[in-house]
């Protein structure tokens, strides 16, 4: 769920600018904790990824918003409230929030991500790998420069165990993900945990991501509309 100014809006490809409030079958407004609430009773989903985009783009924030869904959603929640520092990671932990994503987009320099390594559990900790196109969205030029698979060569050697594979050119579109790339990153770190974000198309996608060793998707668009639904989420995570 993406949050901007208060509302739950729709993402798509990464043009922010131009996000509109979600339109849904599960709900008849946009307000977040009724989006997350039919999340939750609708679907049985357990777990939340938040983009807060009005922290993301150094404009305000939702903390207090945030905090109320991880009182009231009955979801625990992944969060991007655009952390850049360990003081503002801690920030989104002490909402309630039970793990914090530290994103590429907004990270500044490799040391501050190894001080937030340092200072926060590794099961506190995403690492989202924001790429446009294949290419890696940051202010830090380290990681600007690099491939994919070099960052999560590096992250793996920093002990972050967890990471989203974010491809916002694909967020919103239904183009599907990038399958080459995931391959890859199964393949050459096993012991990653690889969520996927953008372009899941239905519930075959799901199925395909989880026989390639995918943990977890971000989905929004195609529960919006319907295509991904409660009975499918129950097989998918029917105990085999």
């Known amino acids: 769920m993406d949050l901007r100014d208060g509302l739950a809006v729709h993402a798509r490809r990464g043009e922010r600018e131009n996000y509109q409030p979600v339109v849904s079958v599960l709900t008849d407004n946009a307000e977040p904790l009724s989006v997350a609430k039919a999340f939750h009773e609708k679907l ?4 939340l990824y938040i983009a807060d985009l009005d922290a ?3 404009r305000g924030h939702h903390r207090a918003l945030i905090s109320r869904l991880a009182q009231h959603s009955g979801m625990s929640l992944i969060v991007d409230a655009g952390a850049s520092d360990v003081t503002s990671a801690l920030q ?27 200072a926060i559990p590794a ?34 050697q920093a002990d972050w165990r967890e990471v989203i594979l974010l491809d916002l050119a694909r967020v919103g579109t239904q183009a599907g993900v990038d399958r080459m790339l995931i391959a ?10 690889l969520l996927v974000g953008g372009g899941v198309r239905d519930v075959n996608d799901l199925d395909d991501l989880k026989a390639a060793g995918v943990s977890g998707v971000l989905v ?14 129950a097989a998918l995570t029917a105990p085999v």
């Open 44 to 47: 049985d989903l357990s777990e």
């Open 92 to 118: 989104v932990l002490d909402t309630g929030a039970s793990r914090v994503i530290i994103g590429a987009e907004t990270l500044a320099s490799w040391g501050t991500l190894l001080a937030i390594d340092a």
């Open 184 to 193: 890859e990153a199964r393949r050459r770190f096993p012991a990653l945990t």
């Open 220 to 233: 929004a668009t195609a529960l919006h509309q319907g295509l991904i639904t409660r009975r499918h989420v």
């Open 123 to 156: 099961h506190h900790r995403v690492f989202s790998l924001d790429m446009r196109a294949g290419q890696i969205l940051s202010r830090c030029l380290e990681l600007s420069v690099s491939t994919p698979m070099e960052v999560l060569s590096r992250l793996h």
């Open 56 to 58: 993301i783009q150094g």
